[in-house]
């Protein structure tokens, strides 16, 4: 199936940078969405950021302002570049894609195994 590989997290301070990647690979044939949850634990994972495949994306609002999500369609990767972070953007950060794959083209829905994002005060 279709596999995802996330880097790019890390400890930072207030007010710092971090730039996530995600990696897509495998027989695939489309990929209609890429995007970026986290989840705090004991908390509901939540959407951060989204790419779809018609250029648009969609930001939640505590991001709004602070994170970039690109794609290189390219490579199968999607970005996330996270300025001005916060102690709350603290969470382990998780890359999703919908889209096409195999030789016969069915749908396919991946999670990364999500990498850590820690932000002090």
């Known amino acids: 199936q279709v596999q995802l590989v996330e880097s790019g997290g890390g400890l930072v301070q207030a007010g710092g940078s971090l730039r996530l990647s995600c990696a897509a690979s495998?027989?695939?044939?489309?990929?209609?969405?890429m995007g970026w949850f986290r989840q705090i634990p004991g908390k509901q994972r939540e959407l951060v950021a989204v790419?779809?495949?018609?250029?648009?994306?969609n930001y939640a609002d505590p991001v709004k302002g602070r994170f970039t999500v690109s794609r290189d369609n390219a490579k199968n990767t999607v970005y996330l570049q996270m300025n001005s972070l916060k102690p709350e953007d603290t969470a382990v950060y998780y890359c999703?894609?919908?889209?096409?794959?195999?030789?016969?083209?069915?749908?396919?829905?991946?999670w990364g195994q999500g990498t850590q994002v820690t932000v002090s005060s």
């Open positions: 790419s779809t495949s018609d250029g648009s994306t």
């Open positions: 495998g027989r695939i044939f489309s990929i209609n969405f």
């Open positions: 999703n894609a919908h889209g096409l794959a195999g030789i016969i083209p069915t749908p396919f829905n991946s």
